[in-house]
């Protein structure tokens, strides 16, 4: 009976411990979301992962996006290019409301805002890291509805994003 009650225990380990899909090719890493796909052509500079349908009517997936790009100059202060973005954003998304702005440690910060494009209702959660020359953007998009339900399952994937 105990070895049985051993080998339960065990199963139901297994069965939690579901394996992570990490991407780690690039100058950074991110643990990808269970089910998620990673979109085809994805490269260092501008790499994307698309939640599944959540109903066979879904028009919009959930996605988390990276982006690389230079950085205005070396070690460029992570505060100056969130207040260009959150200048710059409502002129590309109708309706713009921020919603948090959060400096993390070292140079990076996050912002959540919302509002109109393509049609749809909004929230993006956005990264931004700056090292050396680089600059490293995580944005994860739903719609807003959905928006608390998936950062609760997806938060730790984006906080898994790491910088070589």
């Given at each position: 009976m105990k070895k049985l009650l051993v080998i339960f225990c065990f199963l139901a380990f297994q069965a939690q411990?579901?394996?992570?899909d990490t991407l780690a090719r690039f100058s950074y890493s991110i643990?990808?979301?269970?089910?998620?796909?990673?979109?085809?052509?994805c490269t260092e500079n501008d790499c994307s992962f698309l939640a599944p349908q959540d109903a066979p009517t879904d028009t919009f997936l959930?996605?988390?996006?990276?982006t690389v790009a230079d950085a205005p100059s070396k070690n460029y202060p992570v505060t100056k290019y969130t207040d260009f973005s959150i200048g710059y954003l409502p002129s590309v998304i109708e309706n713009f409301e921020l919603v948090e702005r959060k400096k993390l440690p070292g140079n990076s910060e996050y912002i959540i805002?919302?509002?109109?494009?393509?049609e749809f209702h909004q929230t993006w959660?956005?990264?931004?890291?700056?090292?050396g020359t680089k600059m490293y953007i995580v944005t994860f998009t739903a719609e807003?509805?959905?928006?608390?339900?998936?950062?609760?399952?997806?938060?730790?994937?984006?906080?898994s994003f790491r910088i070589k």
């Open positions: 411990a579901s394996p992570v643990n990808i979301p269970d089910g998620w796909k990673t979109k085809e052509n959930e996605n988390i996006n990276i805002y919302k509002g109109l494009k393509s959660k956005q990264y931004y890291h700056i090292k807003t509805a959905k928006f608390e339900e998936y950062i609760g399952r997806i938060q730790e994937n984006l906080d």
